[in-house]
């Protein structure tokens, strides 16, 4: 006796629905005598009659009936086993992730995005903000992750804050604030061991963001205060990197750039001597959160793109 076998249960179901050999066959493109083998072989494997022939057609007897929704659900749960197993071979990237913004993050994101498979199904939300919406966003916003920035001198107030709000944290980096400018300007050539070496230059600042604080705070108007009177703000982070290769006397206070970066727009950073500014950026999640594999390996090439620039 032959074992049943998954395309004898779609002919018969096909059989079934068309209420006629002939055109199940037409229908599947198959030879008439091959459906009613199917047929014989189905029925002699379990003893049972399955199909009334008439002049009409076939009609599906009671106890065929009763093996016809056998078969319709085993050829459903086949097809979502296909489905299934077709995507165990595919990985799913799927995160929320709210920085600073920093060009080393945003330079690493993109490369870890870019190192992925095509198999690789993705759905990530990268999203810059300040640091008191970071911490919102990953208690209240569903970012399963964040990195907050913050002067060195106001880790006691942050270290509170996190504990307060139940968020454990782990120090990514501790950087130097840094001038960033146009290689062939004239700030590059300077020593800046004052702020009047600046006086003449032109200042990039976000518009929604006062630079360069550690923590990003709103824009005052005491804040406008600490800078010369030459400003651009911009606020789309992608303009700011053509504005300093194009005007060469302007400069941004920054955390250290990738060096590839710097050479794509010609650009180079330099020490502020009268700055002595540190902060640290600091990865923030919900006390006990297991980070999922891409989210570990994502970090990892975050520190190695650190430990690069450093």
Same mark, same amino acid.
């Given at each position: =006796?032959?074992?049943?076998?998954?395309?004898?249960?779609?002919?018969?179901?096909?059989?079934?629905? %068309?209420?006629?050999?002939?055109?199940?066959?037409?229908?599947?493109?198959?030879?008439?005598?091959?459906?009613?083998?199917?047929?014989?072989?189905?029925?002699?494997?379990? #003893?049972?009659?399955?199909?009334?022939? @008439? %002049?009409?057609?076939?009609?599906?007897? !009671?106890?065929? $009936?009763?093996f016809l929704e056998?078969?319709?659900? +085993?050829?459903?749960?086949?097809?979502?086993?296909?489905?299934?197993?077709?995507?165990?071979?595919?990985?799913?990237?799927?995160?929320?992730?709210?920085?600073?913004?920093?060009?080393? +993050?945003?330079?690493?994101?993109?490369?870890?995005?870019?190192?992925?498979?095509?198999?690789?199904?993705?759905?990530?939300?990268? $999203?810059?903000? @300040?640091?008191?919406?970071?911490?919102? *966003?990953?208690?209240?916003?569903?970012?399963? =992750?964040?990195?907050?920035?913050?002067?060195?001198?106001?880790?006691?107030?942050?270290? @509170?804050?996190?504990?307060?709000? #139940?968020?454990?944290?782990?120090?990514?980096?501790?950087?130097?604030?840094? +001038?960033?400018?146009?290689?062939?300007?004239?700030?590059?050539?300077?020593?800046?061991?004052?702020?009047?070496?600046?006086?003449?230059?032109?200042?990039?600042?976000?518009?929604?963001?006062?630079?360069?604080? #550690?923590?990003?705070?709103?824009?005052?108007? *005491?804040?406008?205060?600490? &800078?010369?009177?030459?400003?651009?703000?911009?606020?789309?982070?992608? @303009?700011?990197?053509?504005?300093? !290769?194009?005007?060469?006397?302007?400069?941004?206070?920054?955390?250290?750039?990738?060096?590839?970066? !710097?050479?794509?727009? *010609?650009?180079?950073?330099? &020490?502020?001597?009268?700055?002595?500014?540190?902060?640290?950026?600091?990865?923030?999640y919900k006390k006990?959160?297991?980070?999922?594999?891409?989210?570990?390996?994502? +970090?990892?090439?975050?520190?190695?793109?650190?430990?690069?620039?450093?």
């Amino acid at each position: =006796m032959g074992k049943m076998n998954l395309t004898d249960l779609h002919y018969v179901v096909e059989i079934d629905k %068309s209420g006629s050999i002939s055109k199940a066959a037409k229908e599947l493109y198959v030879a008439q005598p091959n459906l009613s083998k199917a047929i014989k072989h189905l029925e002699r494997e379990f #003893g049972i009659s399955i199909f009334e022939r @008439s %002049s009409k057609g076939v009609k599906a007897t !009671r106890e065929g $009936q009763k093996f016809l929704e056998y078969a319709k659900r +085993i050829i459903y749960e086949i097809e979502e086993m296909k489905r299934d197993c077709s995507d165990l071979g595919k990985e799913n990237l799927s995160f929320k992730i709210t920085v600073p913004r920093a060009s080393y +993050i945003s330079s690493a994101f993109a490369e870890f995005i870019g190192m992925q498979s095509k198999e690789t199904a993705i759905k990530a939300e990268f $999203q810059e903000n @300040s640091s008191m919406h970071a911490i919102e *966003n990953v208690l209240q916003n569903g970012y399963s =992750m964040g990195i907050i920035r913050y002067l060195c001198e106001n880790e006691p107030y942050f270290q @509170s804050l996190l504990d307060l709000k #139940g968020l454990d944290a782990e120090l990514l980096a501790e950087l130097p604030y840094m +001038i960033l400018t146009s290689a062939d300007g004239d700030l590059a050539k300077r020593e800046l061991k004052t702020r009047e070496e600046l006086e003449d230059g032109v200042e990039i600042l976000h518009g929604d963001w006062k630079l360069p604080t #550690g923590e990003y705070t709103e824009l005052s108007e *005491n804040g406008e205060s600490l &800078h010369p009177h030459n400003k651009i703000y911009i606020f789309e982070r992608g @303009s700011q990197f053509d504005i300093l !290769r194009e005007v060469k006397n302007s400069y941004m206070w920054v955390s250290p750039v990738p060096e590839k970066l !710097r050479k794509n727009y *010609n650009l180079v950073q330099k &020490h502020a001597g009268f700055s002595g500014q540190m902060i640290r950026d600091v990865l923030i999640y919900k006390k006990g959160y297991q980070k999922k594999l891409y989210e570990r390996e994502f +970090i990892e090439h975050l520190k190695e793109t650190i430990r690069e620039m450093m």
